[in-house]
């Protein structure tokens, strides 16, 4: 039997599986997102459902060329109906409006990307969806893969510095390998790359290149592995295009496609003053770490480049949290790695991989002396302290035991 890894996005959707709306769930491919809606399907008694695929040709030709046989077949003698892989109907949003609008059934789709439940799409499902995002496994999931008694520890927060050790282990592993469930659920290293080089072969070079449209590889190959080496700096695009060669236009096409296929996050700067702050430059960093070592191929525990890693694994364990943030830069060149806006409160959040003394950078300092936060963190591997800095309370706080995410 094929384990099933509880995915912490479940009770959020479970609770709209009664509503009319639609529910979409959608995520990069082997995210888990089938997986997840199929265990929530079985454990629902009492309703007639079907499930059906948009990669089975027949099936996809009767719903956008007979959507009245369609109904009668796969909508009407069922309660829930279950559509994979909805973004091969390039009129989805048309149709399942209709559908939504003369019949009862609830509708569950899954799609392999934001830009696949097409923008023409949701205009048609204003008020009728309910769109979730499913990434590959948080740090908590991919921890439950590997040992329930720990996992217990972690999530009651409450440990000390031996159970940090063993969970700082398991870290290590997360970091270089990511969190999609195929890799997680790997026997050894060779099979881990093995799976995240399928991936990247498959979803990022075929399936990506694929919705961009082009034919060229070199251009998207190059853009990647650029990105890849730059995590956690600012995007700096005529270096971009000189390396690419691609135009201004282009590039920007390229990555918002990156983005919205999560392969890269493009993170904003938060800024109130326009003249003294940035206002347009964004960072970059990716949705997860295994594909970003496979890109450049490199998973050794000996790196130069363990500090960005830990900053990307914060920023991914944010998203996949659905906490928005931004970074803070001054034109004078002080930065701040991550700015949480929450509750009309603005709390700056730095990240140093080790750690021993509870110092404060010129940066942060000049942030609380600007904004006056009533919280501030700093989160390294394993140093824990507090400390007051004028009016602001600064947490020096474990990667894995901050209150955060």
Known sequence: MVQYIHRELETKVKRYMKTKEI???????????????????????????????????????????????????????????????????????KKLKYIYDTCKTKIVISGSSSLEIRAQSIKYLVGRIFIFHLYPFSYVEFLSTKTNNLLNIYRKGNFGKEILNRLNKYLEEFILYGGYPRVVLSKDKDEKRIVLENIYNTYVLKDVKGVLGIADDYKFITLVKALSLQIGNLINYSELMSLTGLSFHELKKYMNILNKTYICKE?????????????????????????????????????????ALMENFVLSEFIKNDVDVMYWRSKSGAEVDFILLENNQITPIEVKYKLRKNVITKSLLSFIKKYNPKKAYVLSLDFDSKRKVLNTQVNFSPFLKNKLF
């Open 23 to 93: 529910i979409a769930i959608v995520g990069p491919r082997q995210a888990g997102k089938t997986t997840m809606i199929n265990h929530i399907l079985d454990e629902i008694k009492n309703k007639k459902i079907k499930r059906i695929s948009f990669d089975n040709l027949k099936i996809l030709n009767l719903f956008e060329n007979d959507i009245d046989s369609f109904i009668e077949l796969y909508v009407t003698p069922y309660d829930i109906l279950f559509i994979d892989e909805i973004h091969y109907s390039r009129e989805s949003g």
């Open 267 to 307: 993170l904003p700067p938060f800024f109130k003053n326009r003249r003294l702050e940035l206002v347009k430059s964004n960072k970059v960093y990716f949705f997860d770490m295994g594909l970003r070592n496979t890109v450049i191929n490199n998973f050794s525990n000996e790196r130069s480049d363990i500090g």
